[in-house]
Nanobody, 124 residues
């Protein structure tokens, strides 16, 4: 199983980026797909998650209203639209997949499969 995160890059504060997570060796059906991020010198932080079946979503507090997680059925990807980016959003963003329950989807330990990460840099 491999997860591939893509779409990172350099953007100015206030700008937008769209990340995408694709899987090989696994179909997202029956899984929750989450995005986490890790800034230099900090721990891994929950960003957002979506349950593929049903589409229920969850967000970290600092992302609500700015980030949107969605699934693309045609491409079998999970996308993270990030708007109004701030310098403090600078981090490596990871996608992950796991058979989680609602109460645990913000916990990294609930996810069995992880992608390699994509770097997002927001300049001030």
């Amino acid at each position: 199983v491999q997860l591939q995160a893509s779409g990172g890059g350099l953007v100015q504060a206030g700008g937008s980026l769209r990340l995408s997570c694709a899987a090989s060796g696994l179909t997202f059906s029956g899984y929750t797909v989450g995005w986490f991020r890790q800034a230099p010198g900090k721990g891994r932080e929950f960003v957002a998650a979506i349950r593929w079946s049903g589409g229920s979503t969850s967000y970290g507090d600092s992302m609500k209203g700015r980030f949107t997680i969605s699934k693309n059925n045609a491409k079998s990807t999970v996308d993270l639209q990030m708007n109004s980016l701030k310098p403090e959003d600078t981090a490596v963003y990871y996608c992950a997949a796991g058979r989680t329950i609602l109460s645990s989807r913000s916990s990294a330990e609930a996810y069995a499969y992880w992608g390699q990460g994509t770097l997002v840099t927001v300049s001030s």
